[in-house]
């Protein structure tokens, strides 16, 4: 499937390669920032306005700003599923979400819409991770996890099973999880009851 990338940064250029790997025809990228050199082989080819409504990568790496951008510009937003992901047969992916190279999607798992899996996480049995969550390199979410929309959890952050993470919370790298975290918050360390 041809597409073109939103944002041409750090994660756009991820994006792209994963995307490759997966069998995506990229174009080009779009970046408010343009004009810029050529990435990875493609062109920059302007802002949003530049779009040409075919399908869209979405790769920014701000929760809020993949939902706004998505709003914005209407267009058909493909799954990105990395091929070295092992996807248990009933987990879902929904419109629009990336999931990186080695990320493991357990039973029954559920990625929202434009959430964001990053490299070697593990999403375990019966987690929801609800529209625009991120979640970075190497965390570890147990089973029953829930992550609100537009979380944020950080790279090698552990998530106890059955924990809730309310929307628009941030949980800071390397914090063990243990507890519920209210929505809006930002823990970081060890978050115990």
Do not use: K, Q, W, Y
């Not at 990105?80 to 992901?85: A, D, E, F, M, Q």
Request: charged share 15%.
């Amino acid at each position: 499937m041809r597409v073109l990338i939103l944002g041409a940064g750090g994660h756009g250029r991820a994006v792209c390669e994963a995307a490759r790997d997966a069998g995506f025809d990229p174009h080009g990228f779009l970046d408010a920032r343009a004009p810029l050199p050529p990435m990875l082989g493609l062109p920059v080819l302007g802002d949003e306005a530049a779009h040409d409504g075919g399908p869209l990568l979405i790769a920014l790496g701000g929760n809020r700003l993949r939902l706004e951008a998505a709003a914005r510009l209407a267009c058909p937003l493909p799954v990105l599923l990395h091929p070295s992901v092992i996807r248990a047969r009933s987990a879902e992916v929904a419109e629009g979400a990336v999931v990186m190279p080695r990320v493991v999607l357990g039973a029954l798992a559920r990625i929202g819409r434009l959430a964001l899996v990053n490299t070697g996480a593990i999403i375990e049995h019966d987690v929801v991770l609800e529209e625009g969550a991120h979640v970075a390199p190497g965390a570890v979410l147990c089973g029953g996890v829930r992550v609100g929309a537009r979380a944020m959890i950080g790279p090698g952050v552990v998530v106890a099973p059955n924990i809730v993470i309310g929307a628009d919370a941030v949980v800071g790298a390397g914090a063990a999880v243990l507890a519920d975290v209210p929505p809006g918050a930002v823990v970081a360390g060890r978050s115990t009851p």
